[in-house]
């Protein structure tokens, strides 16, 4: 089932696409920590999607937005622009799919996610961040060649995707007080969103976006979506510049409000996670756990969700976040 405009993603969709996902996305754990607990003061249920397959919920949609078009499209394949998680998920989707895969990313792309694509057999063209603009790009290889343009966050069907994480998250904890989730571009939230108020209706819903980064809180704020500039933070998982139209349409609706999380408190969580959790979780998968610590005294003893986004990071960047200088001999 796919779904056209605006407005049009329902909790139906997000139904549709667990059953899509079934026997193909890994269904994550939920972890607890009775130390987290304490230090919140409140029950917290983490869905862990650092453990999803390549490492992020961004498979969730990627696979459900393949998997729903018509075979003439899928024999033609799928454009995207991305540098991040969604490219990989894409290219993962596509090859589990039989269909044709082309990533448009930057020429400094790090090198680990240029591999990491193409070992899944994705065709990356490259372009220079600083004199070209990837979505013309994308846009002409699609028309060019035919190919369907698969976003990474605003798509019906991506955004149902995603909610299938929140989806699982109540069918295995009941219903929640509240629930935090990243935000980006808000497929993730928007999902999350629909999954909750349709399972656990009385649950609060927060995004939660890097402080550099807080386009989302004042296009809740002021009623329309707010354009920024590419926002400095360690959170690469959520620079982005704007809400989308379908998603800041589910996110009026159906979100409670956006919190922010600074660099420095994404550190923290992620040496949280290390030392309690014993996982390792990318900047941007932190936001969760940051924003629940400095809600700690709205959520005292509630039962509370976190959803952590993903797990990549790599490991010279991860030891240099967590301020290592020893070196192992
Ligand atoms: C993409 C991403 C996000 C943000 O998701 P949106 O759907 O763009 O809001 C958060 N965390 C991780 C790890 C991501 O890859």
Redesign the pocket.
């Known amino acids: 089932m796919t779904c056209e405009g605006v407005g049009m993603v329902e909790f139906e969709h997000v139904v549709v696409a667990g059953e899509r996902l079934a026997g193909v996305a890994h269904r994550t754990p939920v972890l607890r920590s009775r130390l987290v607990d304490e230090a919140v003061g409140a029950e917290v249920f983490f869905k862990a999607e650092n453990f999803q397959r390549m490492g992020?919920f961004?498979f969730r949609g990627a696979y459900n937005a393949v998997a729903s078009l018509p075979e003439e499209q899928r024999r033609r394949g799928v454009v995207t622009f991305s540098s991040?998680?969604?490219a990989q998920a894409i290219a993962l989707a596509c090859r589990l799919l039989g269909v044709p895969a082309t990533i448009v990313m930057p020429h400094d792309a790090p090198a680990a996610k240029v591999a990491a694509t193409s070992g899944y057999g994705g065709k990356i063209v490259r372009y220079d961040r600083y004199a070209e603009d990837r979505e013309a790009i994308g846009t002409a290889l699609a028309e060019e060649q035919g190919l369907t343009l698969i976003p990474?966050?605003d798509h019906p069907d991506v955004i149902a995707g995603?909610g299938t994480a929140a989806k699982e998250l109540f069918e295995e904890v009941g219903e929640l007080d509240a629930l935090f989730a990243?935000?980006?571009?808000?497929?993730?939230?928007s999902g999350t969103a629909l999954a909750t108020r349709a399972l656990s209706p009385g649950c609060r819903v927060f995004g939660v976006e890097p402080e550099a980064g807080d386009d989302g809180l004042r296009s809740l704020r002021g009623g329309e979506i707010v354009h920024i500039d590419t926002p400095r933070t360690i959170a690469d998982?959520?620079q982005?510049q704007h809400l989308g139209e379908h998603t800041f349409a589910i996110i009026r609706n159906a979100v409670d409000d956006i919190r922010t999380a600074t660099d420095a408190q994404l550190v923290e969580a992620m040496r949280l996670f290390a030392t309690y959790l014993k996982i390792v979780v990318?900047p941007?998968?932190c936001l969760g756990l940051a924003a629940v610590r400095n809600a700690a005294a709205e959520i005292e003893g509630e039962r509370v969700g976190v959803i952590i986004?993903?797990g990549n990071v790599d490991l010279e960047r991860y030891a240099t976040l967590l301020g290592s200088t020893e070196s192992v001999t």
């Open positions: 992020a961004k991040g998680n969604h990474p966050y995603q990243p935000l980006g571009g808000g497929g993730l939230l998982g959520a982005t990318e941007t998968g986004s993903g």
